[in-house]
């Protein structure tokens, strides 16, 4: 159980408050790259509560700024787009990627006004045919080069999650609760054998341990099968499930509302590179109808282990009440995280560099101990075939 304000610092997103400091610590994917189009070469993004203009310029850079013009605040998403940057279409103010006004015309012809205008704008990077943004204080650190996200001895794919309405930190906490998947998830997880009738254990039996310690880039969980194997893989602070050949990101919207971008990794069987800066895109379908309503006025589809997992989150609330809960003992990765993640906020209210931030653009490839969640996933569909055959 949390405090009311223990449980404001972990949810809140926006500037200013601390948890939405310490967000800001780390790059995010925004958008698709190749949704910026010479016919459409603007996009609307919301990002850790900020309304913010993506867009490319005619000479091709790209560039991240505030939507609300700061002359009279019309949204810049309606800018023209020039060869140096972004006019506002209201009165023409022009701005280039850094925010830095560069002509005021309807200003006297020997104005200086432009010279006093700074507008809000931020980094943007592209990685794996995405579009990421920093929004914390410069210098930016680098996108850390987990090997899910940078080898390149195999080729990458992306699924796009709908909206999900909720906080972010709902999500990142599911990542920590390895309980959840052989009861939530029984029927998909089940491999051929159906969910046992009768019982509300699902799979939980077959788990002989489950445990979880802090390490440089976050928490590292273990869980031990009865049948001997182990399944070992970290969660990336901030919020970065690394499962099986892939990634989840989390990525705050604002305070009620997130989207999962998850980047897949399969290694080539000859080891050759494969370069893949635009991989193939698959955009999942709505988790529940309608879309646009919440619970209890809408109802969730449960066919798939994303389906479920977005109804288990959003149905706590669009921000979860902490101060009522009751624990247990098959939540200690919950509450561990919880620590460690309130330890960090208060690093960054310190000045300091949270876990998991890169500074040196050279540094190696991050093992995340993708070799070893890519063996275990072929192990267990070699057996689900096994099992199919008989």
């Not at 926006?14 to 790259?33: D, H, I, K, Q, S």
Request: charged letters at 25%.
């Amino acid at each position: 159980m949390l405090t009311a304000e223990e449980n404001e610092r972990l949810m809140r997103v926006g500037p200013g408050t601390p948890g939405g400091e310490f967000l800001r610590r780390y790059w995010y994917p925004m958008a698709v790259a190749r949704e910026l189009t010479d016919e459409h070469p603007t996009k609307f993004v919301r990002l850790l509560g900020e309304d913010l203009v993506l867009f490319r310029d005619k000479s091709g850079r790209v560039g991240l700024v505030a939507d609300h013009c700061p002359h009279r605040g019309a949204s810049l998403l309606y800018g023209r787009v020039e060869e140096r940057g972004i006019a506002c279409a209201y009165h023409g103010w022009l701005y280039d990627i850094e925010g830095n006004c560069l002509e005021t015309p309807a200003e006297p012809a020997d104005s200086k006004l432009y010279l006093t205008v700074k507008h809000r704008a931020y980094p943007v990077q592209k990685l794996m045919g995405l579009y990421w943004a920093y929004l914390g204080p410069l210098p930016a650190p680098v996108i850390p080069h987990y090997d899910v996200w940078f080898r390149q001895d195999g080729c990458r794919t992306l699924e796009i999650q709908p909206v999900i309405d909720c906080n972010w930190f709902q999500a990142t906490e599911n990542s920590v609760d390895p309980a959840h998947a052989q009861i939530l998830h029984q029927e998909v997880m089940a491999r051929g054998r159906g969910p046992r009738p009768g019982t509300t254990r699902g799979f939980i039996d077959e788990i002989a341990a489950t445990e979880f310690w802090e390490y440089p880039h976050g928490i590292m969980k273990r869980r031990t099968f009865k049948s001997g194997q182990v399944d070992e893989h970290p969660i990336l602070f901030p919020s970065i499930l690394r499962v099986q050949n892939s990634s989840e990101i989390r990525v705050p919207i604002d305070d009620t509302h997130m989207r999962i971008y998850e980047p897949y990794f399969v290694p080539s069987p000859d080891g050759s590179l494969i370069q893949d800066d635009e991989p193939e895109i698959k955009y999942l379908p709505p988790f529940k109808e309608p879309q646009d309503q919440s619970h209890p006025f809408t109802r969730f589809h449960f066919d798939t282990v994303a389906n479920q997992d977005a109804a288990a989150w959003e149905t706590q609330g669009p921000m979860a009440d902490r101060t009522r809960e009751r624990l247990g003992s098959s939540d200690q990765g919950v509450v561990l995280l919880r620590k460690v993640l309130l330890e960090q906020i208060e690093r960054v209210q310190q000045g300091l560099d949270p876990l998991a931030v890169e500074r040196d653009p050279s540094h190696p490839i991050i093992d995340t101990h993708l070799d070893a969640s890519i063996a275990l996933m072929r192990q267990r569909w070699t057996r689900t075939q096994v099992a199919s055959a008989t």
